[in-house]
């Protein structure tokens, strides 16, 4: 990363530089040095994904600064341009304050925070039915200002716990049952929360106070890489977009015309756009998943069966999610102009070479009539269709796809899928 940085004209910098396939790389590896911290954690997919991204995010803004910090010494004393390898020597201490000290503690609250996540995702299910009650590790590590909330007891709809919810500070153990209501009087309110303000004085800037399973984020958004206004942004808080087009978005609450506010806003646009490489081969063949896709759709092993046969054939391949109709509307704004690609009002499940095409699995158990449903679905995404071979003869198939070119129906490609392996049964100019 720091390769990219010395490659930086003028006196300011670039904040695209955190688009840039090394600046992307370290964010990528910080981050998921930060989601390990949580993998063997029990949660859903979904709380997963989110804190992944909570993740990414605070990578980037983190990546911004230390890129920030670091471009000053690209001059030497006199204002001249250094040699890199002095350059690199001299920078040689951020990377081990940020990379070594401050992630050694923001790894250990990210674990906290994921555990609680899922630990709030558990108390859902149940609801009020229990109470919560915040609990120190109990020994003599415990910190008096924590001690304090020791034994609070309050409903789970308590806003309470939006803001002592556990984590509390960097390297919190504190936790939260789920107790019988029967067993334990409620605190009361007045007094749970001067009991908090006491647990937190420390915490003069706010920076602890969220909680990890509602906001469903490891990091909340206001920390030491932020400013305070972050608590009042609504893009920060996921109630807008960054790529809508001119005049077509919601009025954001508050987002300063700054340095960091457009490192944030790129860090987010780059994240939306993230792909995660699932498989790679010698002949840069390679399988990539957009971190929206979801491993529990029925189809998923399928598209990856589809996906690792084009990789091997040295193909870069990308998996896209499945969309609702306003995120469709985003994903035209953001991905398509990311590939350069033109969005017609369709999200194909595949991107092969720059080149859509659409899976179709079976609609009915009528061959035929499963085989006419699966091409007239897949047009409606893409004209180069994947279909997963029915008990029918190629002659058949070939016939029915003719079928639809004399409708109007302009059809470029149509695999069928036999297994493992796809085979190419129709193209357009070739038959």
């Not at 209501?181 to 420390?202: C, F, I, N, W």
């Not at 915490?203 to 972050?230: E, H, S």
């Not at 896209?320 to 109709?325: A, C, D, G």
């Not at 302009?410 to 493992?420: L, N, P, R, S, T």
């Amino acid at each position: 990363m720091m390769s990219a940085l010395f490659r930086q004209k003028g006196a300011t910098l670039n904040i695209d530089i955190l688009a840039s396939d090394e600046a992307q790389d370290f964010i990528e590896t910080h981050a998921s040095v930060l989601d390990t911290s949580f993998r063997q954690v029990k949660i859903s997919e979904g709380m997963r994904r989110r804190l992944e991204r909570s993740d990414y995010i605070f990578s980037g803004i983190k990546t911004f600064h230390e890129l920030n910090e670091a471009f000053p010494s690209l001059l030497d004393e006199n204002g001249n341009r250094k040699p890199f390898e002095r350059f690199l020597n001299d920078v040689r201490k951020i990377d081990e304050t940020y990379n070594i000290n401050y992630l050694r503690a923001e790894y250990n609250f990210v674990q906290a925070s994921a555990e609680m996540a899922a630990k709030w995702e558990g108390f859902a299910e149940d609801g009020d039915r229990y109470n919560l009650q915040y609990r120190t590790a109990g020994d003599d590590k415990v910190r008096p200002e924590h001690a304090a909330l020791n034994g609070v007891t309050l409903p789970m709809s308590d806003p309470f716990w939006e803001s002592y919810y556990p984590p509390n500070g960097w390297g919190c153990r504190c936790t939260v049952v789920q107790v019988r209501k029967s067993k334990y009087p409620v605190t009361p309110q007045d007094e749970a929360t001067a009991r908090g303000e006491e647990a937190l004085q420390s915490d003069t800037k706010g920076l602890f106070r969220f909680n990890a399973g509602k906001q469903q984020k490891t990091v909340p958004d206001y920390n030491p890489y932020t400013i305070r206004r972050c608590n009042d942004c609504d893009l920060a808080k996921g109630k807008s977009t960054l790529a809508l087009g001119e005049g077509r978005g919601e009025v954001l609450a508050f987002i300063p015309e700054n340095e960091l506010c457009a490192a944030c806003k790129l860090v987010r646009k780059c994240e939306s756009q993230r792909f995660q490489t699932k498989k790679q081969y010698p002949n840069e063949g390679k399988v990539q998943v957009h971190q929206l896709v979801n491993p529990a759709d029925s189809d998923y092993e399928k598209l990856m069966q589809v996906a690792d046969f084009f990789a091997r054939q040295g193909k870069q391949v990308r998996l896209t999610p499945r969309m609702s109709r306003p995120q469709k509307f985003v994903y035209q704004n953001i991905y398509h102009s990311l590939m350069g690609t033109k969005y017609e009002g369709k999200c194909p499940d595949l991107l092969i070479d720059g080149k859509w095409y659409e899976h179709e699995g079976f609609a009915t158990d009528n061959p035929k009539r499963a085989f006419r449903n699966m091409v007239t679905h897949g047009l409606k995404q893409s004209n180069r269709i994947i279909i997963d071979r029915p008990d029918l003869t190629d002659g058949y198939m070939i016939r029915s796809i003719y079928g639809h070119i004399r409708q109007g129906k302009d059809i470029k490609e149509v695999w069928v899928a036999e297994g493992e392996k796809l085979r190419l049964l129709y193209k357009k100019d070739r038959q």
